[in-house]
């Protein structure tokens, strides 16, 4: 009878090496909507090639809510063993723990502080809206239950308003260390070491550590709230740049190369297509026939900046905030710093009206009607020649050509406003 047992200990011992490898799924750092789309890609690998089970090592500070929940959502349906192996699983660290069959807690680890903030540039983080907390809190719930696990810590975790005496005072977000995790039948048990987890967990020692590829880390780094809103103000702001210069040079091609990167970013990480896209680029057309077409601002201009905020929300959407508010900041400082010191720089001497306004300055005034040819493209500004003189122009409307015979249909000070003759 003895040597049964022993037969069957033996067995039950190595029957986990018998199965497929067991991969290792790092969830480290900001969670956002890419290494969603990670995890997404390994969890269907190692069902594809009949892994033992999926070990997910967190330790993350939290992230993005919407790209927590899809991951929770992934590891919840995945047919095969899942373990989390916790060294510090805060805010949306801790749903992605919790939806594991089970949790390992290493030395020295926590998991929970899991309320929902909105992070603004300069501003300390502010809890989010009522709401926002209350369908968090009704999905850690859910996770909770679903895994067997109390309900109501995982909702305490959320809720600051929940008061758990002996471990969370009333406004402040449930924190559990190692040890009482496992006590409070959170997490499943402690373990020393990786090795260590997996032997407990019963999972194969043989693993394979699937890393981020290329592809992921760079929809990572462009879809960071600091580098999306950089990207979007510099793209902006050289295509507005190129608009009051003539022809087509530089700042085009570098703004139109920062959208694409903007736009790339969201791509990769899944969270951006052709309606996005499409929709940005319909603002901008708005915003220029606003300025072209229309005098001041109007419905073009109104219908033209509420589709690119349509555009970033729909591709960002809770931290689209934070990435309008980037881009604001830098849009608005990049315009102070051209319009303070690009005039005084030498190549830009050709670009202001420097030339005319000393003109209209000595009494030398172009007459309203005189007729003159644009020498450059007027975008709507640029430079025309009136019998022996070269004068800054404006256009009144739309765009006109190099080479087209114009008129002076105003004067304001010394802003000359043309219009093209018609042949």
Sequence with gaps: MRAVKRVLALFCLLLPLAWGKTYLVPIQGEIDPALAVFVDQAVSRAEREGASGVVFLIDTPGGRVDAAIRISDRILQTPLPTLAVVQNAFSAGALIALSCRQIAMLPGSEIGAALPVV?????????????????????????????????ELAEAMVDPAIEVPGLSARGEPLTLSADRAVELKVADFRAGSLAEALRQAGFSLETERLEP????????????STVAGLLLALGLLLLLLELFTPGFGVAGALGLAFLALYFAGGWLAGLSGAFELILFFLGVAFLLAEAFLFPGFGIAGALGVGAILASVYFTFGDNALMVIAIAVIALGLGLLLIFRFLPKTRPA?????????AEHAAGDV?????????LTDLRPGGVARFGNKRVDVVANRGFIPKGTAIRVVDVRGPTVIVEALEE
């Design 366 to 374: 172009v007459e309203i009607g005189a007729l003159g040819t644009a």
């Design 349 to 357: 001497r050709a670009l202001v009206l420097e030339s005319a306004i």
């Design 213 to 224: 590829g290329p592809r992921v880390q760079l929809a990572r780094f462009l879809t960071s």
């Design 119 to 151: 992070a603004l540039p300069l501003q300390q983080p502010q809890p989010a809206d009522p709401k926002v907390i209350s369908a968090l809190k009704g999905k850690f719930r859910a996770v909770a239950e679903a895994r067997g696990r109390p309900a």
